[in-house]
């Protein structure tokens, strides 16, 4: 596996051409180019804004800015975490000329689909620290687990990307699959609920390794307190897991690709 | 001297139709140790059937053969995009491929963007690419259009622009298929200059190309394929006269089909006068003869049955080669032959004391005309002389095979 990390760090010209790729071609001939970034996740929040003011209405309680705010900071690692999923699965099946005639670490397709989908993330996370500082969010010393939450992330994603795209060149079910899963999605996973309104079947909704580190990063980020430890490692081992399990999947098959596509 | 390829004992199998894998045989094969062996299941085939060579450094090699010997799946497996079923494959130094050299363009990005992203797709860094980037822009001839999308190009640009980028690699090892085949002849001219100037650079080249021209200019061995095995492998002198009887094989059963096929219908016709009925080619001693060689001696008999009598038929023989070329015809009463009145069954002789022909397939078309040819009683065109190739000296297609003797005065 590290000799395959190695080989994909070899090639990181590589990538950074084909995640340039990826946003270029994403943006070229689109009058409103970055802002779509932003504008994805904008109406995400609306919808999760609507949802929390509907049960803040049920429960008689008043909707507190915090809930908006923890809504956000949820929100744009969740869009983008189904944004790189439903590209990675098609990394290697939309880019079959390359995969059937010139020699590459193929892992390098699905990670430029996932840094093509970070870039997004980057500037709509510009927009939303921006928003932090003027709804006085404030910093604590807890904001350091931040960056780790997002590098989970990011290898759980990674991960994942190279099962599925692999899955998806033998079979092409997998993406109907995924398109769905992903379509429903949300309502399993604590984005625009906290996984705290279920009381006791709390584990339920963090038994999802993407619903513990999106809990997690709302507690170091909005609420400012030490991250929960069990669930943090519980998060860490699933990223770990799935990261070693894609890889060896991902390697094994890949001599298979090019016969198979 | 050390070898740059090792190919060894290669086996690759692959699958005929569609591949409709089920989830319920594929689970199980996922979990099972890779098939190696070396049965073929159902609908397989052997692409590549224990395919040995070693290439030394600095060596120039032609692959050849006819359509589905091989060759694309060899070079495939060189460039590490498949994997054989047997056999090992050792590469030594950076390879590059001119396969397919538009296959990491995408159309909606500029000339100097694809270049960019061409370029670091075959393997080169960032920097290579900067210092090169005027270089491959100016062998494209493309520079006006630099910064327009490729979508926007013709299909000559398109290619022009991506055997540049390919041509700039540096590489210790590179495979050539059949991409230099791009843009006008001038352009040509320019790729052949490129390769030759890679050679000098002590590159290890494989070349595949149905170009006999290019092949022999460029390599000095080659290795001929056929249906997945090696045929021959040696010098470029020896195996470019086999390859050309293989194609000639394959033209002239091809034709012979297509011919068969046509004789049946003509059968049905049985009202004229006069009717070839028999033609053979036979040796000077008599015995039947298949295939011919430059200079031989060339025998028809053809044997001839008159229904009624008929005045002074004139017999004509065409030699057409299999691309139309109507080579020499002859009419019998060329040589003073006067046959009067003939009826019943009659035997003529058609020779040519030496055949000056090139090597390729050739279709002969018999005809008997009337005393004044103008009206033909019955044509036959179905026979085929084939002239195999045993020297070197008449490639790139002349027609004939003349006799000249050269002397200096």
């Known amino acids: 596996m590290f000799k395959a990390m190695r080989e994909i760090f070899n090639y990181r010209d590589l990538l950074f051409m084909l995640t340039t790729r990826d946003l270029r071609v994403r943006y070229k001939q689109a009058a409103m180019g970055f802002l779509w970034a932003v504008f994805m996740p904008i109406i995400a929040v609306c919808a999760g804004i609507l949802i929390k003011k509907a049960m803040a209405v049920v429960a008689q309680r008043p909707l507190e800015i915090d809930a908006i705010v923890s809504i956000t900071v949820k929100t744009l690692p969740y869009t983008f975490f189904i944004s790189s999923i439903r590209f990675a699965v098609q990394a290697l099946v939309g880019n079959s000329s390359l995969v059937t005639k010139i020699y590459f670490p193929r892992a390098v397709l699905v990670l430029s689909s996932i840094f093509a989908c970070m870039f997004d993330f980057c500037v709509a996370a510009a927009v939303v620290v921006i928003l932090l500082t003027v709804f006085k969010v404030g910093v604590s010393i807890y904001l350091l687990w931040a960056p780790f939450l997002l590098l989970l992330l990011v290898l759980f994603t990674f991960g994942l990307g190279l099962i599925l795209s692999s899955a998806n060149l033998f079979f092409r079910d997998v993406k109907y699959v995924v398109e769905i899963i992903l379509m429903f999605g949300i309502f399993f996973t604590p984005v625009f609920f906290s996984a705290s309104d279920f009381g006791k079947w709390e584990p339920l909704m963090l038994i999802n390794p993407i619903g513990s580190i999106l809990e997690t990063l709302n507690r170091v980020v909005v609420l400012h307190q030490m991250p929960d430890l069990f669930w943090l490692s519980y998060a860490t081992l699933a990223t770990a897991a799935i990261f070693t399990l894609g890889m060896t999947v991902f390697h094994k098959m890949e001599p298979l690709f090019a016969e198979n596509i | ?409």
């Open chain 2, 1 to 409: 001297m050390s070898n740059a390829i090792e190919f060894t004992n290669v086996w690759k199998k692959f699958k005929k139709g569609e591949k409709i894998n089920s989830l319920r045989d594929a689970i199980p094969n996922l979990f099972k140790r890779k098939d190696r062996n070396l049965t073929l299941e159902e609908r397989e085939f052997w692409a590549v059937k224990d395919v040995s060579f070693n290439i030394e450094k600095g060596g120039v090699i032609g692959i050849m053969g006819p359509n589905g010997a091989g060759k694309s799946t060899i070079l495939k497996l060189l460039s590490r995009i498949i994997v054989p079923n047997e056999g090992s494959i050792k590469i030594i130094g950076r390879l590059s491929a001119l396969i397919e050299v538009t296959a990491g363009f995408h159309s909606e990005l500029t000339g100097r963007e694809n270049v960019y992203l061409n370029a670091t797709i075959l393997g080169m860094r960032k920097k290579e690419i900067d210092a090169k980037f005027d270089d491959i822009v100016e062998f494209s001839g493309v520079r006006e259009f630099i910064d327009t999308p490729v979508k926007r190009y013709s299909s000559g640009m398109y290619s022009r622009l991506g055997f540049s980028v390919a041509a700039h690699m540096e590489p210790d090892i590179l495979l050539v298929d059949e991409v230099l085949s791009v843009g006008d002849i001038a352009f040509q001219a320019k790729c052949a200059q490129k390769i030759r100037e890679l050679l000098h650079s002590g590159a290890t080249i494989v070349l595949v190309s149905h170009q006999l021209d290019m092949i022999q200019s460029l390599c000095k061995r080659v290795i001929l394929l056929r249906r997945g095995e090696v045929v021959m492998d040696g010098d470029v002198d020896e195996v470019i006269p086999h390859y050309q009887n293989i194609v000639n094989h394959e033209i002239e059963a091809e034709m012979k089909g297509k011919l068969g096929s046509n004789a049946e219908k003509v059968k049905v016709d049985t009202s004229s006068a006069i009717e070839i009925k028999n033609v053979r080619m036979v040796k000077s001693d008599g015995a039947p003869q298949e295939n011919f060689s430059v200079g031989d001696a060339l025998h028809f008999i053809i044997n001839v049955t008159a229904r009624e009598e008929v005045e002074s038929p004139i017999f004509k023989v065409d030699i057409v080669r299999s691309d139309g070329v109507l080579c020499c015809s002859s009419f019998s009463d060329k040589t003073g032959l006067i046959l009067g009145n003939v009826k019943g069954d009659l035997t003529m002789n058609f020779v040519m004391d030496k055949l000056l022909l090139t090597p390729s397939i050739y279709m002969v078309k018999f005809s008997v005309w009337d005393k004044n040819k103008i009206h033909s009683y019955h044509v036959r065109n179905q026979d085929i002389l084939r002239i195999d190739m045993d020297q070197m000296e008449y490639r790139g297609g002349p027609v004939l095979a003349l006799e000249a003797k050269w002397s200096v005065s």
